[in-house]
Nanobody
């Protein structure tokens, strides 16, 4: 069992930056692939980025590639999402998720545990 708690969301102007954190508790955090998803009002939850258990392999949605960076610190049981050059269309509730699979997944169905989310609002 893994519990996930996101933090770092807030209100930022377009072009600004935010750094989200996801603190995990429970066993074997370092064995989980971790992902970030987001959901805007009236839209489905969408994949943002993910990385494997040791952070050596990452994938990004095309919409955030080159602007967002995912990383993890297994010693601190934390995964991060650095978001730069934010746009109004990045406004959403951001969730982190953990998957026991060895493969990095883009589908929410591939993830076993979810946090409650942290709100990111980008003003124009």
């Amino acid at each position: 069992q893994v519990q996930l708690v996101e933090s770092g969301g807030g209100l930022v102007q377009a072009g600004g930056s935010l750094r989200l954190s996801c603190a995990a508790s429970g066993r074997s955090f370092s064995s989980y692939a971790m992902g970030w998803f987001r959901q805007a009002p009236g839209k489905e939850r969408e994949f943002v980025t993910a990385l494997n258990w040791w952070g050596g392999s990452t994938v990004y949605a095309d919409s955030v590639k080159g602007r967002f960076t995912i990383s993890r610190n297994n010693a601190k049981n934390t995964v991060y999402l650095q978001m730069n050059s934010l746009k109004p269309e990045d406004t959403a509730l951001y969730y982190c998720a953990a998957a026991s699979s060895l493969n990095i997944g883009r589908s929410p169905r591939q993830y076993d545990y979810w946090g409650q989310g942290t709100q990111v609002t980008v003003s124009s």
